[in-house]
């Protein structure tokens, strides 16, 4: 990396005298533009030197990263992309170490089990919490996991190797970190705790009831619309800073994180830094899930049948914002609790704002990606409590059509699609079927449970998947919002 010009923030700490107090999983776009962003701005305010982060990288695509990261001291920059076309970067500090798990497992559990990490934190995908949908446990299917558990070799996922360094700081009388999630997934902390537990539980239960008893796991809701790095976010820095970067990251200057307060071992005072602490993130949480996250299933699969491929031209669709805007109000906002401090309709309004943010670049096909592992998650709990109390399912049956008309793999015109997901080789052939048996998607039990059993769903995602196939994306839009035709 060379060095910025005067124009640019760089850390003002001696990043020497930073000791690591916090080991992280999944150093991607969004860990760098939110968590280590935070830390920063504490650094810089001469506070929390002993919680620097140590990255890890588990999966063979974070090779790319370790290979960046060190080749630039683990410096990396941060781009605020302001509407106005303003970029505002600063030079990220926090992160001061990473490493690769795979190069030496062992140095990690030693770097977990060590007495000076006092968290542990994960953005590893809602994948990466390895439930199954429709049971919603532990899948102890997954091969990495069984392989794990088999414990013929060094462990590899991150369950193998935060449990390991539990078990060794149980024996060596060590006090147990905090395990935070920063993930999109609604009761992150219930969730990791239910999951890492029901690991642990498999190699040890004395272990898993110690993990219970003393690991602190608190939920958190998280907000930064982080795209990924393109090519020409790469060459603008150089262009516009002559900042040679081989990995920065862009994100929108708008940043939210609501932290339950439940730590095992201290935590950073992170209030200085602009978090919200709270007893309860919940109201956040399904605030910002049902609202923003579905907000962005309601746009990408519309959206990519109608042509568009970046998220804030969608964004500008009057009727792809007329759609999104009718769901949060009719559908997801009655399933919300209060949210103390939060006008909701302003929120809903920004949202669009948000997406519609023409310097963010975000594009339609990160939205579309590993769908199976997001719906069930976000939208089918909506689904369902609204089933449960009388509430509308039409525009939620929709989002759900559309995904399934996304997943047939090809577009309007015939072009094919890419569809990206882990269960893709089950997921495309059942929605090819649909033409002639229009309830195929929805009766893969895995993902959707028992929801093609309620007739008042059906009904309306029959409706929205005809009209999708005998109209098209933007007619069904057009058609959509009201009451059924
Ligand atoms: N990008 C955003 O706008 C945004 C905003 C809020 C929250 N988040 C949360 O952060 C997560 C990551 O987003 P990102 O944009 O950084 O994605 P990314 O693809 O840039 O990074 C994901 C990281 O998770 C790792 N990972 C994936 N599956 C894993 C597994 N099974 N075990 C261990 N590591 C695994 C990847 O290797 C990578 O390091 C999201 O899934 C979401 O839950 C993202
Ligand atoms: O990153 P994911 O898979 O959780 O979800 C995709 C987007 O909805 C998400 O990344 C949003 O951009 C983000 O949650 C905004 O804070």
Request: hydrophobic content about 40%; some cysteine.
């Amino acid at each position: 990396m060379t060095l910025p010009d005067a124009r640019i923030p760089v850390p003002g700490y001696s990043r020497r005298e930073i000791s690591v107090g916090i080991v992280h999983f999944g150093v991607g776009g969004f860990h760098r533009a939110h968590q280590a962003m935070y830390i920063d701005r504490l650094l810089e305010k001469g506070l929390a030197r002993e919680w620097g982060i140590c990255g890890v990288g588990v999966m063979p695509a974070d090779r790319r990263m370790q290979e960046a990261l060190d080749a630039q001291d683990r410096l990396y920059t941060l781009i605020l992309t302001h509407p106005d076309g303003t970029w505002e970067p600063r030079i990220i500090g926090s992160i001061v170490d990473y490493r690769y798990a795979p190069d030496d497992p062992e140095a990690v559990i030693e770097l977990l089990a060590a007495p000076t990490t006092r968290i542990i934190s994960l953005t590893v995908t809602e994948g990466g919490y390895n439930i199954r949908h429709d049971t919603g446990d532990f899948d102890t299917d997954n091969p990495d996991i069984r392989r794990d558990l088999a414990a013929t070799g060094p462990p590899a996922t991150v369950f193998g190797l935060i449990t390991e360094a539990l078990a060794r700081r149980r024996a060596r009388g060590i006090p147990s970190p905090t395990l935070m999630s920063c993930d999109n997934i609604e009761g992150n902390g219930t969730v990791a705790r239910r999951v890492f537990t029901a690991y642990a539980r498999l190699v040890d239960p004395d272990l898993a009831q110690w993990i219970s008893d003393n690991t602190r796991f608190p939920n958190s809701m998280v907000d930064r619309i982080t795209p990924v790095t393109t090519d020409e976010v790469v060459a603008g820095l150089s262009e516009r800073f002559d900042i040679q970067d081989r990995w920065p990251v862009a994100a929108e200057p708008f940043t939210a994180w609501v932290l339950e307060d439940d730590f095992a071992d201290g935590r950073p005072p992170l209030e200085e830094a602009g978090v919200q602490l709270v007893d309860d993130v919940g109201p956040y949480e399904l605030m910002k899930l049902r609202l923003l996250n579905v907000g962005h299933q309601g746009l990408c699969y519309f959206a990519y049948l109608m042509g568009y491929r970046l998220v804030h031209e969608a964004a500008q669709d009057p009727l792809i914002a007329r759609f999104l805007l009718e769901y949060m109000d009719t559908e997801a906002t009655p399933t919300l609790r209060p949210v103390p401090g939060i006008d909701l309709d302003e929120y809903k309004h920004t949202l669009i704002e948000r997406f519609a943010n023409p310097e963010i670049r975000d594009t339609v096909a990160r939205l579309c990606a590993e769908s199976s592992d997001r719906i069930p998650k976000w939208l089918l709990p909506v689904i369902r409590e609204n089933l449960a109390t009388g509430g509308p399912v039409r525009l939620s049956a929709a989002i759900v059509a559309s995904w399934a008309r996304y997943a047939e793999g090809v577009d309007e015109h015939g072009e094919p699609i890419a569809v990206v997901d882990r269960l893709a080789d089950t997921l495309v052939p059942l929605a090819r079927t649909q033409l002639t048996h229009p309830s195929a998607f929805i009766e893969n039990k895995a993902v959707f449970g028992d929801l093609a059993h309620d007739v008042r769903f059906v009904d309306a995602y029959t409706w929205a998947l005809n009209a999708l196939h005998s109209d098209g994306a933007r007619a069904t839009l057009f058609e959509l919002p009201g009451e059924p035709s």
